[in-house]
Nanobody
Framework: QVQLVESGGGLVQPGGSLRLSCAAS????????MRWYRQAPGKQRELVAT???????TYADSVKGRFTISRDNAKNTVYLQMNSLKPEDTAVYYC?????????????WGQGTQVTVSS
C-alpha cells in the first residue's frame, strides 16, 4: 500500500524554524512532482511549494525567501525547511505527490502535520 507520511510539525515561536519531512513508501517506481500544501482554520487549502523530478522549485509569494523545498529521490522523500516563521504560517501542512505506481502515475496525499507559530 502506498503512503505518504509526514513528520516534523510542532509548536515554534515567531522567528523560529522547523523542518518538515514527507516519505513515500510502498511499491513506488519513482516520484514525479512533490508538493507541500497548508490549510489554516477557516481557510482554503493553499499550495505552498512544488519541486519537480528535476528539482525545479516554485513557491507561494507568502513564503518566498523563507521556505525551501528539497527532495531525496533515493528515499522518495520531500522536505520543507521553514525559517523566519510567522503566526500566519500556522496551519496543517500536507504533503502531496505524483507517484509512479505499477504502470500509472497517481496522486497521493499525506495525513497532515500541525505547525503552530506562537509565543
Amino acid at each position: 500500500q502506498v503512503q505518504l507520511v509526514e513528520s516534523g510539525g510542532g509548536l515554534v515561536q515567531p522567528g523560529g524554524s522547523l523542518r518538515l519531512s514527507c516519505a513515500a513508501s510502498g511499491s513506488i517506481f519513482r516520484a514525479e512532482s512533490m508538493r507541500w500544501y497548508r490549510q489554516a482554520p477557516g481557510k482554503q487549502r493553499e499550495l505552498v511549494a512544488t519541486i519537480t523530478s528535476s528539482s525545479r522549485t516554485t513557491y507561494a509569494d507568502s513564503v518566498k525567501g523563507r521556505f525551501t523545498i528539497s527532495r531525496d529521490n533515493a528515499k522518495n522523500t520531500v522536505y520543507l525547511q521553514m525559517n523566519s516563521l510567522k503566526p500566519e504560517d500556522t496551519a496543517v501542512y500536507y504533503c502531496n505527490a505524483d507517484l509512479l505506481v505499477a504502470d500509472a502515475f497517481k496522486n497521493y496525499w499525506g495525513q497532515g502535520t500541525q505547525v503552530t507559530v506562537s509565543s
